[in-house]
């Protein structure tokens, strides 16, 4: 007998607690300077509501990849457990787009400086500062989410729309 599918808002939350546990997500995009094809990278990030923002320099191939924003990505969060029973993940599809709002931005930089305390730095030296400026805040926006939870029986995997909650 198949279990019971849990209820989106039950999947929001697990999928909530994931991406708050993890610091860094694995984003990928087809970018094609300075080479075409895949790439991927890893990024710090912080989120809200399935947006998952992360600074960058826009010379980087991830980030030269939303010349046109928005452009399709995906990103994976993810553990590294000893036991393949407490795997747990996010591997979304989404788009990547550079954030120009400056309310969203100061929002970033405030959420930044509070989950990270190596951020401060950056806010504090004049230095670091001027290394900050030359990035650029990119949002993932995950519009598909897979959802893998290994505690609740090996190769558990849910899928969330997080349109269904809005």
């Known amino acids: 007998m198949k279990p019971l599918e849990p209820a989106p808002a039950e999947l929001r939350r697990l999928a909530e607690s994931i991406a708050a546990e993890h610091r860094a997500m694995a984003l990928a995009v087809v970018s094609e300077e300075p080479a075409p094809g895949p790439w991927l990278a890893p990024v710090y990030y912080i989120h809200r509501d ?74 504090r030296e004049p230095r670091l500062m001027l290394e900050l400026r030359k990035n650029e805040l990119y949002r993932f926006a995950a519009q598909e989410v897979y959802i893998t939870d290994n505690r609740s029986g090996f190769g558990r995997r849910y899928r969330y729309i997080p349109a269904d909650m809005e």
Request: net charge neutral; glycine share 6%.
């Open 50 to 123: 399935f947006q998952f923002y992360f600074f960058s320099s826009p010379s980087s191939r991830h980030a030269a990849a939303t010349a046109e924003t928005p452009v399709a990505a995906a990103a994976a969060i993810y553990n590294e457990p000893d036991d393949y029973g407490a795997i747990r993940g996010l591997q979304m599809a989404g788009t990547l787009a550079v954030v120009t709002d400056w309310k969203e931005r100061s929002w970033a930089t405030a959420a930044f400086g509070a989950r990270f305390s190596f951020f401060g730095r950056f806010l």
